[in-house]
């Protein structure tokens, strides 16, 4: 039998409302709240979508169509504290496969909420504070999955706000018509200019955007809007076509990083890295591969060919020129796509100035020769490319004298990489790294080099880290 949770939810927002409505219109909103019990409602569907007896069901498809629902605008003026609720659960998933939650404030960019390859109950997720004040939220499930069979199952959806006080203007002092995400003033537009408030001026290099902090940096988003630009296979030269990130609202040149997909992926399981890298003031540059099969070598050469390609940009009337820095370059790639993000490094170091892989897989951990600031991310408990095999091993096999890290993430399997639904701490530290390396800024140096490591050890979110510090 279908569960009721949203039918009580939605008694309980009545009764409330007409017994404490004073109250309760200052503290709490409900913005949507659907059920599926005879239709989509406010839901539009795309690709295989069906109503089920559990809920809206969407499937997967080998032709690339796999289904999604996207409901919007939301108007969100003068609230706070979103919070999305859903129950849901994944079938037939298998790896490089999930069903994703994700956000937008235009109808197209969707940045990623959650991705699960694997999950049965209820979830809860916290939207960013760029979602607050706008005339224009959507919300998007979709799955990514290649037979019909699999499939990504929704229920009881329920968005609710704060309701800001009564006086709240759509930007809420933040006279730039940007949503204030935690630093610097209404003057700092990112451009490292020095007036003093958080410009970047403390920094060295090519500082962008609000002086760092753990709670600006653990936020599912930078403090700069998004544009992007498609790449098509067509288009593409070497490589499988792309989409290129990057920052709109802040003053150039930036610095460029490419990303790989892993074995079977599609770039689509890294969106997630592309979104987050440019509201920090890089161009993410998210590609697909030759084939899903590529092995690491070939995912490293496709990686080059997307830096040179992207860097090509920088001229012509396109919304990149002049937007790109050549000389600071940076890779990164889950699985396969991170071994591949290894031997770029490794083997492109003119080019290629820090490089952090994800869950990195590859048959061989000779990285000795290596000269550009690497980042290892591993997962614990991976079974695919088990860290003592991979991740640590290759971080071992790094020179001494490099400036490297090494993080483990506790508990987490292969796809632990993939996403970060919560405090977004992995963000918080290959941000820092492709800020400390590719623009030598060193603000962000005591995020890497800092006593915090040990309290996040100590608290189960890394299982281990290491270091050559200082940086």
């Known amino acids: 039998m279908k569960l009721t949770n949203g039918l009580k939810r939605l008694g309980l927002t009545m009764l409330l409302g007409g017994l404490f409505w004073p109250f309760q219109a200052l503290s709490d909103e409900?913005?949507?709240?659907?059920?599926?019990?005879?239709?989509?409602?406010?839901?539009?569907?795309?690709?295989?979508?069906?109503?089920?007896?559990?809920?809206?069901?969407?499937?997967?498809?080998?032709?690339?169509?796999?289904?999604?629902?996207?409901?919007?605008?939301?108007?969100?003026?003068?609230?706070?504290?979103?919070?999305?609720?859903?129950?849901?659960?994944?079938?037939?998933?298998?790896?490089?496969?999930?069903?994703?939650?994700?956000?937008?404030?235009?109808?197209?960019?969707?940045?990623?909420?959650?991705?699960e390859q694997s999950v049965y109950g209820s979830a809860e997720l916290a939207l960013p504070v760029d979602a607050e004040n706008q005339p224009n939220v959507y919300i998007r499930f979709s799955v990514e999955a290649g037979r019909y069979f699999e499939r990504y199952t929704i229920d009881n959806v329920l968005l609710r706000a704060e309701v800001g006080p009564p006086d709240c203007e759509p930007t809420c002092g933040d006279d730039d018509g940007e949503p204030d995400n935690g630093g610097g003033d209404d003057s700092d537009n990112g451009d490292g200019g020095d007036d003093g408030n958080g410009d970047g001026s403390g920094g060295e290099g090519h500082a962008r955007g609000p002086d760092p902090t753990n709670a600006l940096l653990e936020q599912q988003r930078g403090p700069f809007s998004i544009g992007s630009e498609s790449i098509s296979s067509f288009a593409a030269s070497g490589f499988g076509g792309a989409t290129v990130y990057y920052p709109d609202n802040a003053q150039g040149p930036f610095a460029v990083i490419a990303i790989s997909p892993g074995y079977t992926a599609r770039q689509s399981s890294i969106r997630w890295w592309g979104n987050l890298l440019a509201s920090h003031g890089f161009i993410a540059v998210t590609i697909d591969t030759l084939s899903t099969s590529d092995t690491p070598n070939r995912r490293a050469e496709q990686l080059v060919a997307a830096l040179n390609q992207v860097a090509n940009m920088n001229q012509g009337a396109g919304p990149l020129a002049g937007l790109i820095d050549a000389d600071r370059m940076g890779v990164m790639g889950h699985s396969m796509g991170g071994g591949g993000a290894l031997i770029a490094a490794q083997d492109n170091p003119s080019l290629i100035k820090a490089a952090v892989p994800l869950a990195p897989w590859n048959s061989s951990s000779r990285f000795s020769s290596t000269e550009v600031p690497t980042l290892i991310v591993g997962c614990e408990n991976d079974a695919t490319a088990s860290v003592r095999r991979h991740a640590l091993a290759f971080y071992e096999s790094l020179p001494s004298s490099l400036d490297k890290a090494y993080l483990e993430v506790s508990n987490g399997s292969h796809f632990c990489v993939l996403s970060d639904s919560g405090e977004n701490v992995l963000g918080k530290y290959a941000v820092s790294w492709m800020k400390r390396f590719l623009d030598q800024d060193t603000r962000y140096s005591p995020f890497l080099c800092g006593a915090e490591h040990e309290d996040e050890l100590v608290s189960g979110v890394f299982s281990d880290y290491r270091e050559t510090c200082p940086y």
């Open 30 to 115: 409900v913005l949507l709240e659907e059920d599926f019990e005879n239709n989509f409602g406010a839901f539009e569907t795309e690709g295989y979508v069906e109503l089920s007896e559990y809920g809206a069901r969407i499937r997967g498809s080998y032709f690339g169509n796999s289904g999604s629902m996207v409901v919007g605008p939301l108007d969100t003026h003068g609230l706070s504290g979103l919070t999305l609720q859903f129950d849901h659960f994944t079938y037939g998933l298998d790896r490089g496969e999930f069903g994703e939650v994700a956000y937008s404030l235009d109808g197209h960019n969707f940045m990623r909420l959650s991705a």
